[in-house]
């Protein structure tokens, strides 16, 4: 079973920067695509970005401009540096990993709150 696990949410006020992490407990180098999602209170799941094993990346239109995802395969570890960050931003941030033939695995989440 793949493990997931988000950190770096927090409480920031609006304009200010967060870099949530996410860590892996296999290698992440052969997983597909990996993913940042947010679900804001009383709204839907919603995708922030993506990255696949090829590097290619989507941004959802709030987050470009803004946000950074990366990732580091020898630390099994992906990232969102957010700036500018907003009220709008205030949800939780859910990380996940898109393993064909394998599936779907997903962490707890980790809340971030911008407060204007």
């Known amino acids: 079973q793949v493990q997931v696990e988000e950190s770096g949410g927090g409480l920031v006020q609006a304009g200010e920067s967060l870099t949530l992490s996410c860590v892996v407990s296999?290698?992440?180098?052969?997983?597909?695509?990996m993913a940042w999602y947010r679900q804001p209170p009383g709204r839907r799941r919603e995708l922030v970005a993506s990255i696949t094993s090829g590097g290619k990346i989507t941004y959802a239109d709030s987050a470009t401009g803004r946000f950074t995802i990366s990732k580091d395969n020898s630390k099994r570890t992906m990232y969102l540096q957010m700036n500018s960050l907003k009220p709008d931003d205030t949800a939780v941030y859910y990380c996940?990993?898109?393993?064909?033939?394998?599936?779907?695995?997903w962490g707890q989440g980790t809340q971030v709150t911008v407060s204007s």
């Open positions: 996940a990993a898109h393993w064909a033939g394998y599936g779907d695995f």
């Open positions: 296999t290698s992440i180098s052969s997983i597909n695509a």
